[in-house]
């Protein structure tokens, strides 16, 4: 066909019907497939949590925008999550980003603890720690990227750990959520790896949850899928119809909420409320020429620490009118939250706790003069 993102993103899995000619996939609800004597399964499919037709058409199209062999989907991103951490066994060691969406620290620190996995905190920034704790007598087993991260928006050199882990016998997982595959894609830069909540950017319109994987491994496909089967975290047909309408727009979404987001983070880095912006489109932003390097774009995230502290923030966030003061990211409309009270809860006292007066905003796709005069007018409203 091709391999512009733009038209695989339109194209990938979504083949007309060659019964009806339907441009759109069916959804195909059916919980159990007859079958034609026992074993004689019709398009591989038996029953509604081992494949469906529908899912089996995202799981294709996920596996194509992120140059892989194999897609898998699950119920939610941390359910995708949670089918990763199967691939550890007890006593063995991650090693994670400081800086990862709390819900994946909870997982990994209050659950997977428990059942004898050692999650060690470390700033994937720093190469020579990297190396240094690859090289320990009991290397980790697994190392969890994520960027940029969630919400300090570190940006952290997937190729440069990749090949650390990989001379170490290490999997290399890369959270993709805030990039997508249309700003970076992991695999090519050397992860085995890459997982999304599809409830944000890939479905684009936060109104279906969701997860996905990609890997270019049969061996870790193999053992995924059939964890996917066992564990049984999978989604139904309608949301990952939901997922695929989102990512036939994914690319002209991704290159609006970007610019918006490029205007407002250099207007906010002038701003007298604010002490610091972390963008990675900014000039001084630390990762400036990795983020050149590594990514299409530098995304539609950015998060700001004001200089009224946490009650200002709090006064701040409660004021926009577009931005709405909720949880989640990466839809058309523009999101804006407190992570330490709000995603971030479960990583307070921990090494990924965030600072109080951090507000993380995910913009949106709307007119960016509206989205600056809102932000104005909350900074005038939180001063009052």
Same mark, same amino acid.
């Given at each position: ?34 079958? @034609? ?7 591989? !499919? ?14 294709? =199209? ?6 892989? =062999? ?38 990994? @620190? ?23 704790? !690859?090289?320990? /007598? ?36 890369? @959270?993709?959520? !805030? ?27 936060? @109104? ?8 270019? +491994?049969? *061996? ?7 964890? /996917? ?8 047909? !309608? ?11 994914? =690319? ?17 880095? *002038? ?5 610091? %912006? ?31 502290? *946490? ?25 804006? *939250? ?23 905003? +995910?913009?949106?796709?709307?007119? %960016? ?16």
């Amino acid at each position: 066909m091709t391999d512009r993102f733009e038209t695989l993103a339109v194209h990938a899995g979504a083949e007309p019907d060659p019964h009806t000619g339907a441009v759109v996939p069916a959804i195909q609800m059916s919980a159990t497939f007859k079958q @034609d004597g026992v074993g004689g399964l019709r398009g591989g !499919f038996e029953y509604g949590r081992s494949g469906n037709p529908t899912r089996l058409a995202l799981e294709e =199209a996920i596996a194509v925008l992120e140059g892989a =062999a194999h897609g898998l989907a699950y119920a939610s991103g941390l359910a995708a999550t949670q089918n990763i951490l199967y691939l550890l066994e007890p006593g063995e060691r991650l090693l994670m980003s400081d800086d990862v969406y709390g819900g994946t620290w909870r997982l990994a @620190d209050r659950v997977w603890r428990r059942y004898g996995i050692e999650t060690e905190t470390l700033d994937l920034r720093d190469l020579d720690a990297v190396a240094a704790a !690859f090289s320990g /007598q009991r290397p980790p087993r697994m190392v969890w990227i994520e960027t940029p991260s969630n919400p300090l928006l570190k940006v952290i050199d997937i190729s440069a750990v990749a090949r650390l882990a990989a001379v170490a016998g290490a999997v290399t997982v890369v @959270d993709n959520t !805030f990039a997508t595959p249309y700003l970076q894609r992991p695999l090519e830069l050397g992860a085995d790896l890459v997982m999304h909540s599809a409830t944000k950017y890939l479905g684009g319109h936060s @109104d279906v949850i969701g997860g996905l994987i990609a890997t270019r +491994s049969d *061996e870790l496909a193999e053992t995924l899928r059939f964890h /996917q089967n066992a564990a049984g975290a999978v989604p139904s047909p !309608f949301d990952c119809f939901l997922v695929m309408r989102g990512l036939r727009t994914l =690319a002209v979404r991704m290159e609006r909420a970007s610019a918006n987001a490029l205007v407002l983070a250099t207007w906010l880095a *002038e701003h007298p409320a604010v002490e610091r %912006v972390h963008y990675p489109g900014l000039p001084d932003h630390p990762a400036a020429q990795l983020v050149e390097r590594q990514m299409r774009l530098p995304g539609a995230m950015l998060s700001i620490e004001l200089r009224g502290g *946490e009650d200002g923030a709090r006064r701040f966030a409660a004021a926009t009118r577009l931005f709405t003061l909720a949880e989640s990211l990466g839809a058309v409309e523009s999101l804006i *939250e407190l992570p330490a009270p709000m995603t971030h809860a479960s990583a307070a006292g921990s090494p990924l706790a965030v600072p109080g007066g951090l507000v993380r905003l +995910s913009v949106g796709i709307e007119a %960016v003069e509206d989205l600056r005069a809102d932000l104005e007018a909350a900074f005038a409203a939180a001063a009052a």
